[in-house]
């Protein structure tokens, strides 16, 4: 098993993946998301701002959906949402 520090690294890259994966799929709608996995692309702006919250961090949920979304969520609603 690897050390806190290389666990950590190698959950920001899966992070990152995750989050090019959904960038370069925006066909892909979050119903969609959220039927399949369960969770969607907004569910993940939530948890990003819980996990800076429980580190004693403050970020707001639009600063959090900007992360995710690669861009201010009202952009990307509406290029991409159908």
Excluded at 30 to 56: H, P, S, T
Aim: aromatic share 10%; hydrophobic share 40%.
């Amino acid at each position: 098993m690897t050390d806190d520090d290389t666990r950590r690294d190698i959950e920001a890259a899966v992070f990152r993946r995750l989050l090019a994966h959904l960038d370069d799929n925006k066909a892909v709608q979050n119903i969609d998301l959220m039927n399949l996995a369960g969770f969607c692309r907004n569910c993940l702006a939530k948890w990003y701002v819980a996990a800076a919250e429980e580190r004693g961090e403050v970020l707001d949920y639009e600063s959090a959906r900007e992360t995710i979304y690669g861009m201010p969520y009202s952009e990307w609603k509406a290029r991409y949402q159908k």
